[in-house]
């Protein structure tokens, strides 16, 4: 019944791997997003994608690849980890007036 | 370029005390403002939107296109209060992004 669902939701890895996070909405939302939330709480848009097409791709490593196989999905595979890619990755969606439902979260740690 | 201000990190007021949470934006057109909230742990979730001008949770919120604010605002700060509060805005046409403020972590003292 979840609108918007992350998983996993805590994430542990090794510096060097590779992981994906998916997300799913079930609100008929014609657009999602992945935020970043560092360690700070700070809030930091990554990628936008409306109807299965990136419109927004902020200065993110090219590590990050989102991938929407259709409009109800937005993953997030990331490339050779960081210590620095730490922190709590957001999914949301939204229909036109900005009014966004977040996921749960997933709380990435790189060690 | 749009830009969100939250000039302050923490605020606490004891129970009972009223609470503003400041706000303040860059904009160069007609923005759409919006308060989130994210209790301890758990997702953010919208709180109001400045279209509505609706009161949730005893929160309301004006905006002042003059001093180009969003403040929050409540009379009686109650402890459940106690939570992360963003403040962001919606402007950039045809992208629906939303920038948000760094957020002000509000601390209710019983």
């Known amino acids: 019944d979840t609108a918007v669902s992350q998983t996993p939701k805590y994430l542990v890895t090794q510096m060097g791997n590779d992981k994906s996070i998916k997300c799913e909405q079930n609100?008929?939302?014609?657009?999602m997003y992945w935020y970043k939330q560092d360690s700070k709480k700070f809030l930091k848009i990554m990628f936008s994608?409306?109807?299965?097409?990136?419109?927004i791709n902020e200065t993110v490593p090219n590590r990050f690849s989102p991938k929407s196989p259709d409009k109800a999905h937005l993953n997030l595979h990331i490339n050779s980890l960081e210590l620095g890619d730490s922190a709590v990755y957001f999914c949301?969606?939204?229909?036109?007036?900005?009014?966004?439902?977040f996921g749960s979260g997933t709380r990435l740690t790189v060690v | 370029a749009q830009r969100v201000t939250q000039p302050e990190k923490l605020l606490s007021v004891f129970k009972g005390a009223p609470v503003e949470l400041k706000c303040n934006y860059s904009?160069?057109?007609?923005?759409?403002l919006f308060w989130y909230v994210q209790y301890s742990r758990q997702r953010l979730q919208l709180l109001l939107r400045?279209?509505s001008r609706e009161s949730i949770k005893g929160f309301t919120a004006d905006l002042n296109k003059g001093e180009t604010s969003f403040h929050l605002k409540k009379p009686f700060a109650q402890e459940e209060d106690s939570a992360m509060y963003y403040c962001?805005?919606?402007?950039?046409?045809?992208?629906?992004?939303?920038?948000f403020g760094k957020g002000t972590k509000l601390s209710v003292i019983p």
């Open positions: 949301a969606s939204s229909v036109m007036d900005g009014g966004y439902t």
């Open positions: 962001a805005l919606s402007g950039r046409a045809g992208s629906y992004q939303l920038t």
């Open positions: 609100l008929g939302h014609d657009t």
């Open positions: 994608y409306n109807n299965k097409e990136l419109i």
């Open positions: 400045h279209i």
């Open positions: 904009y160069s057109g007609s923005p759409e």
